[in-house]
């Protein structure tokens, strides 16, 4: 290392492994959106995929889509931003003044092994494991919601601990 240069707090395998997510959960929106590609969504998912979803019944868009319920014309998922934490990958996306979502995907063995959808849901993810509580997470918060055009609307909000 140069005498310049700055060493990254987190290790070169960690990031690695989190640009792998972020590739995979890349991967399934691309295939929802190629003609609903459901044989290269299938082969990102565990057989065994853990859900959970908050908002009203009638928006539970990616369930139908990945159980063949419902044709992917139907609702499209068109991420504005995925970012990784931890083990989570978080897509956020939004649609004119009435729509929003967050999707949460957990990954093991580059796998989705479970997924939490929120829908019109304010959501914040803080750190709830014991390395969080160092001084270094100072609010224990991860990620929060960006909505651009949705600031002025009222939205049930939940903190989700990672």
Known sequence: MSAGAIESPVPESVLK?????????????????DGGDMGKVAKLIASDLEWWFHGPPQCQHMMRMLTGESSHTK?????????????C?????WEGAQVYWVHVWTLKDNV?????????????????SPH??????????LWRSHPRDLFKRSLPGLILGI
């Open 75 to 87: 609702f499209r998922f068109e991420p504005r931003c995925i970012e990784v934490v931890g083990d």
């Open 112 to 128: 989705i092994t479970q997924f939490r959808e929120y829908f019109n849901t304010w959501l914040t993810v803080k750190d709830i």
């Open 89 to 93: 990958v978080i897509a956020e996306g």
């Open 132 to 141: 969080g509580w160092e001084i270094r997470h100072e609010n224990h918060t």
């Open 17 to 33: 492994v989190e640009m792998q997510n972020k590739g995979i959960v890349d991967a399934l929106y691309k295939g929802l959106s």
